[in-house]
Each structure stands twice: as C-alpha cells, then as structure tokens.
C-alpha cells in the first residue's frame, strides 16, 4: 500500500505508470500489459507515436518523418506482429540496393550471407575494380575482429585508415553513415557505425540486409494497432496529458500525487531530464528534414530508394502514387534555405522531366541524438522502481526505431523484476 492505495501485488494487477506514447514507450506498454501488469500509458501529444508518427497536414495524411526499417530489425517487426500489424502486408521488402543519380549502383542478390555482399560489392556500377576488392577484404577483416574497435573515433577518421577512400567511401559509406546515425561522416562514432554494418551488411542472416518500406504512414503501422490492442487488453491511454511531477518514494513512483508500483520514462531525454534531473547530462542534437514532393502518380523511381549526389540531396524515398519523400539528416547548408527554395532545389537534383504538383516541408530541430565517438548513455535504471527507455539509452545503436523499441521492452522487463 502506498498513498491509501493498492499498488498490486506480484505481476499480475501491478500497476505501472509508462510516460511517453513514442516507439519505446509503446513497445514498454505492450511488453508490461502482456505480462499482466495494469498499465497507464500518458502521452502529451494528441496520438501516439513520438517521431514515428502520421500527421494530417493540408487535407493529406504523412508521416512527420521518413523512416526506413531494415530486415534486421526483430524486435520491431516483432511488436508489430503482437499487435496485430501484420509486416509482411504493411511493409514492403526489397533486397538491399544502393543507387545514386549519378550512375552508382550497388544490389545485393538473393544469395546467402555472405555471398550477396561479397557478389554485390563487386558487381557494383560506377567504382574501380581496385575500391571493390578493398572494400571485401575490409569486411571480411572487420568480421573477424567482431566488428569491435580499438578505440572510437569518427567514422571519417576510421574509413580514411583502413583505405576506404575514394568513390566507394563517397558514395556508399558516407550516404550510409549519414542515413544511419543521421550524423556527417566527420563528427559520427565508428564503433556505432560498425554495430550497424555487423547487424545488416555484416549479418548471417540474408534478410537482415533487405531494406523495409512501408506501404501505410506510420500511424497505421504501429501507433493505431498498438493501441487498439493496449485498450483490447485493459490499457489506460490518456493522451494530451503531460505529467507535471515525478518522485521516487519508499514503496512506490509518484506521479502528479498517485503512486505506481513502478514507472518507465520513455520521454524525448530533454523533456525526460525536465521530470528527473539527474538525467540533465547534455546531449547534441541533429536536424532533420522530410521534403515531400508530389508528382502525378504514375510517377516512379527505378527503385524505391535514391541516393541523390548533392550538393543538398541525401536520400529519396519513393512512397508509391507519385510522392517522394525527400531526406535531409544532420546540420548543414539546408537549414537555411526556406522551405519553398529547398523543395525547388531538391526537384531540381531529383532530375525529373515534370515538375511536382505540391509540396510540404516537415523540420525538426532536435530530430536525434547526435551519434558522436564515446557518447555517454543513461542507465536503464534511474532509481528503485524507476526505469529508463528512449533510443538514446540503447548504447549499440545510434538513433533507431529499433533500438527505441529495445529499450522499450527492456525497461518493461526491469520493472516487471525480470532483470
């Protein structure tokens, strides 16, 4: 008892407190609810979903960021399964390519790991026989050490001293870094970078390496089945509800005065640091911004996904009907274009005979974390009962859906003493 009122007892009926309603804090809910625990999921914002979410913008329905999902994400593709998000009908699976406007293709075939790399690297258009064989003995030596690094540095630095330089580094490794850890090549860790090689490039499963698009806006990808499926099994939902106060008690996690038996903060770490400040440890943020252009609809790309060779394009996703979704990650030259310019230039790089129709321009300022050499993490537990969740805690992976949806069901399990 804490507060005149019943915290539950054992697993079943514990009533824990999840703050936050992105792809962490779901994935926490989800997990605590399965097991039988009385779950209260506040969010301040008016749907779920954090920055994986759809928005109603001008009469249409987007996502308020591109994302891209690749096949080594298990734990994700798994979640949706349990909410009855069925992957294999919402997301559309492509053996990984790499294409760029300007004549780079790399495509990795149907073969088993590691034949579709090895086969993919040097069957690859547009760069030297010589970069293909380097670029294969790399991975092989990075295999063998575990894809563990001496020491961290940038993933510059650590391209430049293994000879990854050249066209491959420029139009393979540098768009990868950046599509990535949303962090340029010169300021983002290396040891993040090869935890993402190892897991899809490096993996031994073949369909880790196969790219995930999806065929819905991401509000009907997770956000919308998952809390159907939290209020089916005895969730509380209670959006447009920012909590005010939290405390660590003897007994119980009080929040805006009424006791839980536990809590997960699964907030953005800013507005998490806000409620404990012990978390107040700084963090850089990068920008993001999501062009949307629409084009009359039998408008398509060769492939669904674009590397555009600059001097502003990064990536361009083909979201089928004729809209393409225009990705800008990290600081740069962008940021200070207006919206209108910015669309027209990335039309332009796009290289299409027509020009769009519409478009909108969707920035966030503070889109990531910055994937920065031997970045600091927060622990997962912040005090007895108290838990920690958000893809800034997962200490493998830069920022992912992934690695939020991790640290999401790790948190659950911390709370639920699962250790």
């Known amino acids: 008892m804490a507060g005149g009122q019943d915290l539950g007892s054992g697993v079943n009926g514990l009533r824990v ?22 779950v209260t999921l506040f969010e301040a914002g008016r749907a779920l979903g954090g920055r994986a979410r759809a928005v109603d913008i001008a009469g249409r329905r987007l996502d308020n960021g591109q994302h891209i999902l690749l096949g080594a994400y298990r734990d994700t593709l798994a979640l949706l399964r349990q909410v009855g ?8 699976r492509y053996p990984l390519q790499v294409v760029d406007n ?32 380097r670029a294969a003995r790399w991975m092989q030596d990075l295999k063998r050490q575990g894809f563990r690094l001496p020491s961290d540095g940038s993933v510059a630095e650590w391209l430049a ?37 190892r897991d899809s490039l490096g993996s031994a499963r073949r369909a880790d ?11 009907h990808l997770l956000a919308e089945p998952a809390g159907d499926w939290l209020l089916a099994h005895g969730a509380t939902l209670r959006c447009r509800t920012r909590i005010r106060a939290l405390h660590a008690g003897p007994d119980a996690i009080i929040i805006d005065g009424a006791p839980y038996a536990a809590a997960i903060l699964a907030t953005a770490p800013q507005h998490a640091g806000r409620l404990w400040p012990a978390l107040a440890e700084p963090l850089d943020y990068q920008p993001i911004a999501t062009v949307y252009l629409q084009y009359p609809p039998p408008t ?13 394009g990064q990536w361009v ?8 979704a225009c990705v800008l990650s990290g600081h740069g030259a962008w940021e200070e274009i207006d919206d209108a310019t910015l669309a027209q230039r990335l039309a332009k790089e796009l290289g299409l005979a027509i020009q769009p129709n519409w478009q909108q321009v969707i920035r966030e300022k503070r889109a990531t974390f910055s994937a920065r050499p031997n970045l600091p993490r927060p ?10 969740a958000g893809d800034y805690t997962w200490a493998d992976y830069p920022a992912t859906l992934e690695g939020a949806v991790r640290s999401g069901r790790r948190a659950a399990r911390l709370a639920l003493g699962g250790g």
Do not use: M, Y
């Open 379 to 388: 622990p997962a537990t912040l005090a007895p009962h108290l838990f920690l």
């Open 317 to 324: 996703v083909d979201r089928g009907d004729g809209l393409f």
């Open 102 to 133: 300007a004549g780079f293709r790399l495509a990795l075939p149907c073969l088993p790991a590691p034949l579709n790399l090895a086969w993919g690297l040097l069957a690859a258009r547009g760069v030297g026989w010589r970069e293909k064989l």
């Open 17 to 38: 407190a999840v703050i936050g309603g992105g792809w962490a804090g779901i994935a926490a809910a989800v997990e605590l609810t399965a097991a039988g625990a009385a």
């Open 161 to 197: 001293a293994a000879g990854q330089t050249g066209d491959l580094c420029r139009r393979l490794w540098e768009p990868l870094c950046l599509a990535a850890l949303n962090t340029p090549a010169g300021e983002a860790s290396a040891q993040l970078f090869a935890n993402v090689l």
């Open 300 to 312: 398509r790309l060769p492939f669904p996904l674009l590397s555009l060779s600059g001097p502003l």
């Open 85 to 92: 998000a069925d992957p294999d009908r919402l997301l559309a």
């Open 209 to 219: 390496t196969d790219l995930l698009l999806p065929r819905c806006d991401f509000g």
